[in-house]
């Protein structure tokens, strides 16, 4: 069966950091782009980042740009997303997706739940 | 950031057909694919029409995609109770490099 499973998230203060992953199973993660992207409660879906398969282009969303690292093992089957500076703003469940040919994101995680407050 | 605009709300009621417009410009959906992605509450979204108008297998026949422009509509036909549910649009943006959502339409079946 295809499958992402998101993890990592959880609360945090203003200004920590935060790293989340996401664990394929059941295709060649290698050979896909995959991508993160964030819901706030309440709000609609906010494209955080791609990487492709062989990490050579990787793009952020404008509000991620010099406070989230994207990376991927693709010997682990794992696509990660650091965070730092993290804000309120932030609060968001956070998915990982599949990106096939087409631009399409055929396969979606459950997602993981980021809260920053204090 | 998002810049493809979308009804907040639509509404029908069931058999009825529904269109949700999706507005961008030039530099997304003018020169690249549109998407349309289904979200159900509390669920992660499932995409439902890719490159501007074609349906994954197990999409049934009553959505279609449409782009003219820099414009993109998603209609659905034959509405049922279960397309309850938030659309959103999304396109890559070249000049950005980055890709949009629009602000998702809550659809409501009457």
């Known amino acids: 069966e295809v499958q992402l499973v998101e993890s990592g998230g959880g609360l945090v203060k203003p200004g920590e950091s935060l790293r989340l992953s996401c664990a394929a199973s059941?295709?060649?993660?290698?050979?896909?782009?995959m991508n993160w992207v964030r819901q706030a409660p309440g709000k609609g879906l906010e494209w955080v980042s791609s990487?492709?398969?062989?990490?050579?282009?990787?793009y952020y969303g404008d509000s991620m740009k010099g406070r989230f690292t994207v990376s991927r093992d693709n010997a682990k089957n794992s696509h990660y997303l650091q965070m730092n500076d993290l804000r309120g703003g932030d609060t968001a469940v956070y998915y990982c997706?599949?990106?096939?040919?087409?631009?399409?994101?055929?396969?979606w995680g459950r997602g993981t739940m980021v809260i920053v407050s204090s | 950031q998002s810049v493809l605009t979308q009804p907040p709300s639509a509404s029908g009621t069931p058999g009825q057909r529904v269109t949700i417009s999706c507005s961008g410009s030039s530099s997304n959906i003018g020169s690249n694919y549109v998407l349309w992605y289904q979200q159900l509450p509390g669920t992660a979204p499932k995409l439902l029409i890719y490159t501007n108008n074609q349906r994954p297998s197990g999409v049934p026949d009553r959505f279609s995609g449409s782009k003219s422009g820099t414009s993109a509509s998603l209609a659905i036909s034959g509405l049922r109770s279960e397309d309850e549910a938030d659309y959103y649009c999304?396109?890559?943006?070249?000049?950005?490099?980055?890709?949009?959502f629009g602000g998702g339409t809550k659809l409501t079946v009457l």
């Open positions: 990487i492709t398969s062989t990490a050579d282009y990787i």
């Open positions: 999304t396109a890559w943006d070249g000049s950005l490099n980055v890709r949009l």
């Open positions: 059941g295709f060649i993660f290698s050979s896909y782009t």
């Open positions: 997706a599949r990106e096939i040919g087409t631009e399409a994101f055929d396969v």
